[in-house]
């Protein structure tokens, strides 16, 4: 069965701190993987990563890919309290379905 | 540009009602996801429409159900209303159907409660 996994489920960090969240997969013809970002309601887009070994990079925050290992990452660097927030990581697989993770709860004090 | 605009923001149903909802995707996207999102199991896929057609559909049992019009709005229809239905139902928008590597964006949702 597909399932995509995120951890730490949640963290508690403090302004400046670099954070890494990670998300692993198991899916039928992965096609990409997503992270975004949700405040209170609507979550935004980060980044979409389809090949491996290619950093996506966003101010501070940063994403990579390993297609063999099945897993990304996202770091974000000198955090901020604008930061804390819930990151989720998606995957496209082949069946155009989206499988979500549970998502990692970041909370940033200041 | 406008959003992705959802209506209503909130809703209160009672249990054996049915509800519908409502998706206005940006314009000039023929893609709408819906999405149905409660703490304890983060966001879940129910179904993908493009061009008036359902491509996906999730998990869900056959009380949830949807259609997309001519102009991409997109509804989505939930009979027999459960306790367990109460959730943020959110819907997101893009050019493309996912699977072509396009970003999506998402309304603000729609909050149901069940009682």
Redesign the interface.
């Known amino acids: 069965e597909d399932k995509v996994v995120q951890s730490p489920l949640s963290l508690v960090v403090h302004e400046g701190d670099t954070v890494t969240l990670n998300c692993s997969y198991e899916v039928t013809n992965f096609r990409s993987l997503l992270w975004y970002k949700q405040e209170k309601k609507a979550p935004t887009f980060l980044f979409m990563l389809t090949s491996s070994g290619i950093e996506k990079k966003s101010g501070r925050l940063s994403s990579i890919l390993d297609k063999k290992e099945l897993f990304s990452i996202l770091n974000i660097t000198a955090t901020q309290t604008g930061d804390s927030a819930v990151y989720l990581c998606a995957v496209e697989a082949g069946n155009n379905d989206m499988r979500f993770g549970a998502g990692t709860r970041l909370t940033v004090k200041p | 540009k406008a959003g992705v605009t959802q209506t209503p923001r909130y809703l209160i149903k009672t249990r054996g009602q049915q509800v519908t909802l409502s998706c206005s995707p940006i314009s000039g996207h023929r893609s709408v996801?819906w999405?149905q999102q409660t703490p304890g199991?983060?966001?879940?896929?129910l179904f993908?429409y493009f061009s008036e057609t359902q491509?996906?559909k999730?998990n869900f049992p056959g009380r949830f159900s949807g259609r997309q019009f001519s102009n991409s709005r997109s509804e989505m229809n939930v009979s027999t209303l459960e306790l367990g239905d109460s959730a943020?139902y959110?819907c997101a928008s893009s050019l493309n159907?996912?699977?072509l590597?396009t970003?999506?964006?998402?309304?603000?949702?729609t909050r149901l409660t069940v009682v």
């Open positions: 996801s999405y199991q983060g966001l879940q896929f993908e491509r996906n999730g943020l959110l159907p996912p699977g590597n970003e999506a964006f998402f309304g603000q949702g």
